[in-house]
């Protein structure tokens, strides 16, 4: 899992912007497998780091624009060495901005029900393994529950879809969830208004 989902900033709260910074940390998510046996044959990124700076505005009482620009440093096996091993190395950049529109379709009580429709912008080095070769957009229902100890369950369920090269398309199905719980120096908000004016989450990102 990825992290969790979080849906548009409530209605109560639509004013204001935020500006978080998220953190995350991937093993092996990039690897090349033998097919015969599934040994692994090169680590092309070992160990990921990003770090991703969002901003996001209120637009009205149900909409939300964010921007995410995502810092990557990896370590992986690139060159391959004189003696036949493979080199080791860390690199990093600027991984793709993706841009978030957000509206909040739903609000009842504890529960709240959201669309997202994150876009994809190569603006990355492929060739480095920091982004993907085309454009993309990553469609997204999400929802939360808020339970009366501010603690919140998140989950959604989307596509990720993104152009290879000129005629070909790839999609794949994304499902993830998630909990959010305070800390006990936390000022815990109402039922379904976030603490505070983000209402950005990774999954959204």
């Given amino acids: 899992m990825h992290q969790g989902s979080r849906t548009p900033r409530s209605k109560r709260r639509a004013s204001g912007r935020s500006s978080p910074l998220f953190f995350n940390y991937a093993h092996e998510p990039l690897v090349v497998i033998n097919p015969a046996n599934a040994d692994r044959l090169q680590h092309l990124v070992r160990n990921q780091l990003g770090f991703d700076l969002i901003g996001s505005t209120g637009l009205g009482e149900r909409f939300e624009l964010g921007l995410v620009a995502p810092l990557k440093i990896e370590r992986g096996e690139f060159n391959e060495l004189p003696t036949g091993n493979l080199e080791q190395s860390w690199k990093g950049g600027l991984g793709d901005l993706r841009l978030v529109p957000k509206v909040l379709l739903l609000e009842r009580d504890t529960l709240r ?93």
């Fill in 113 to 205: 029900l959201g669309l997202a429709a994150p876009m994809v912008m190569p603006t990355a080095d492929a060739s480095e393994l920091q982004g993907q070769k085309g454009f993309g957009v990553q469609p997204r229902l999400a929802a939360d529950y808020a339970f009366e100890s501010g603690t919140r369950l998140l989950a959604n369920l989307g596509l990720n879809v993104r152009s290879r090269r000129i005629g070909r398309i790839e999609a794949m199905l994304l499902v993830r969830a998630g909990a959010e719980v305070p800390r006990r120096s936390d000022t815990i908000s109402p039922p379904c208004a976030p603490p505070g004016p983000a209402a950005t989450s990774p999954s959204f990102r």
